[in-house]
């Protein structure tokens, strides 16, 4: 069998993770880029736990060598790369809007300038909750995207889990004619209200856990929504289905990341098809649009016990996919209690 066959096979047989020569492929194709572990996840695309394991077995196939905790090709690695044709990864990405297609301009910039100041005091990331934010440009620049694709002037929005401080960056912008956010988190409803009051915004913030049903003046009331799901197909399914449940009516939008740090393929496919189910149509996925602040329990998360180096995250190393999706007619929410563990499953990496 051929080389990435094998190694692939392999990896799906520990890991249950769908592995193809392809994966094999992209994380030689990273290794060529970058000696960081971090890096070469980012990079190659394929769910933390598959590149762990393709790592170790190229390594245990003298491709590969871990040089303290530098990620290496050996001569045989890189010979085989030669063979096969694999040559490193070259970016293209446009470095005026960082490949999201949109930019904070002037008619932002007031707004973005306050939200930075304001976002400084903000609680930090916790595990409890299985936190992680995007930077605030990140925040700000889904503000650009939600306007340009007319979903935020005059009407009516909701955040559900409220971590990046959407709700914030969506009112200082003044665009939307009303903004709640549901939040399990009681240290950030209270944030959000200590900002809503000190600035005037008139945020309807409220404690939530969003297990539970969403409260019955929130149904069939919003124009959008934004959520940040955790990275199951099921919990994709209950949270983006928490939020068309808020949804007014047909052609409404909702906008959600969705990671390939801790989605194959494969399970991307089941996600779409989860989405397309609901009577949802995907008009955007824009690629590695949210990048998330490095948190500080990166030791407690299963990924850490993956790695096959020990060396923390320095740069920015989780991205996800932008999702917008846009009810039609026919379309149906969910928002029947969430029983069960819906966090985790075989390539999930963060929890
Ligand atoms: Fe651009």
Request: with cysteine; aromatic share 8%; glycine share 6%.
């Amino acid at each position: 069998m051929e080389i990435l066959e094998q190694i692939a096979s392999e990896a799906e047989k520990r890991t249950q993770v769908p592995a193809y020569p392809r994966s094999v492929e992209k994380v030689i194709s990273a290794i060529m880029t970058s000696n960081n572990f971090w890096k070469i996840v980012d990079l190659s695309d394929e769910p933390l736990p598959l590149v762990a394991e393709i790592l170790k077995l190229l390594k245990e196939h003298d491709l590969v060598i871990f040089e303290g905790n530098q990620i290496l090709l050996t001569e045989a690695g890189a010979e085989l790369a030669r063979r096969l044709g694999i040559e490193p990864f070259v970016s293209h990405k446009c470095p005026t809007c960082k490949g999201r297609g949109v930019i904070i301009d002037d008619s932002l910039r007031e707004a973005y300038e306050k939200f930075l100041k304001i976002q400084e005091n903000r609680p930090p990331a916790i595990h409890q909750f299985d936190q992680g934010y995007v930077t605030p440009e990140n925040t700000f620049a889904r503000v650009a995207l939600a306007d340009d694709r007319g979903d935020l002037r005059g009407k009516k929005v909701v955040v559900l889990g409220d971590d990046d401080l959407m709700s914030i960056a969506l009112a200082l912008s003044g665009l939307p004619k009303k903004v709640t956010i549901l939040e399990i988190d009681e240290r950030l409803v209270n944030f959000i209200k200590e900002v809503s009051d000190k600035y005037n915004l008139n945020i309807d913030a409220r404690v939530h856990d969003l297990r539970q049903p969403l409260p019955e003046d929130v149904l069939g009331a919003y124009d959008t929504f934004f959520t940040d799901p955790p990275e199951t197909v099921e919990a994709i399914k209950a949270f983006v289905g928490r939020g068309v449940a808020t949804l007014k009516g047909p052609r409404c939008a909702g906008y959600f990341g969705v990671t390939r740090r801790e989605s194959s393929a494969d399970k991307w496919r089941r996600i779409q098809r989860v989405l397309i189910d609901m009577g949802l149509v995907i008009t955007d996925l824009i690629h590695n649009f949210n990048e998330y602040v490095n948190w500080d329990y990166y030791e407690e998360m299963r990924g850490w016990q993956l790695t096959p180096v020990k060396e923390p995250p320095k740069d920015i190393w989780y991205r996800s996919t932008q999702f917008r999706v846009e009810t039609v007619r026919g379309f149906e929410g969910f928002n029947e209690p969430i029983v069960g563990d819906i966090y985790n499953d075989a390539e999930s990496s963060t929890t």
